[in-house]
């Protein structure tokens, strides 16, 4: 799907920055089409005419994702943050930069969990295909995932000592992904979920 907008300026380069600008987008994100090359007026009084342009650009899912959330953040006053968007082949993460971010992170990534929801179900509404959007800043992804890492190895090694399951705090389904995945080839220990969203728990059982 092609997004686009045309305007008319004195110079071909103005034209194409101000409809760039009205689709939210610098000059050089974007393709144009000149219709209409400015001319001068004879003798400066007669005839003439503005340069009249045509600017596109293709409509991704990670570019829709990405216009979605900055109107977010927007909303939420953080007008000096930017979207750096890397494409994958089932959906894309959005990487947020600038300073003074880590209320966007929130108590243990909820406020950030909420941001990656919001632009996941705009840009799935009406797919036939299910497209993955991740949002990460500061790094916050890679560092949590790492702590969970050391939380299973942690706990599974208690269940072992003293023999008896134990029940995590409730976590997201990709962070009980992570603790299954850390611990699936750890003798003496098997890992399940109990529990409903948003409280759902794994347990970390002694099983020899």
Known sequence: ??????????????????????????????????????????LGLFGGCPARVRVFVEVTPASAAKEYLAQLLEGMGAKGASIAVKEEENGCVLTLEGEDLGF???????????????????????????IRVTLDTENYRAKREESLVRLAKKTAAK??????????????????????????ETPDVTTYSIGTEPNRRTVVAYSR
């Open 104 to 130: 966007i992170i929130g108590h243990r990534g909820d406020t950030l969990d909420a941001l990656q929801y919001l632009p996941s179900l705009y840009v799935n509404k009406g797919s036939e295909d299910y």
């Open 1 to 42: 799907m092609l997004k686009e907008a045309i305007k008319e300026a004195a110079t071909i380069e103005e034209a194409r920055q101000a409809a760039a600008a009205e689709l939210g987008l610098t000059a050089d994100e974007v393709q144009m089409e000149v219709l209409q090359a400015p001319q001068k007026k004879t």
């Open 159 to 184: 269940a072992v000592k003293y023999r008896r399951n134990v029940t995590l705090e409730p976590m997201n389904a990709y962070e009980r992904h992570v603790i299954h995945t850390a611990l699936q």
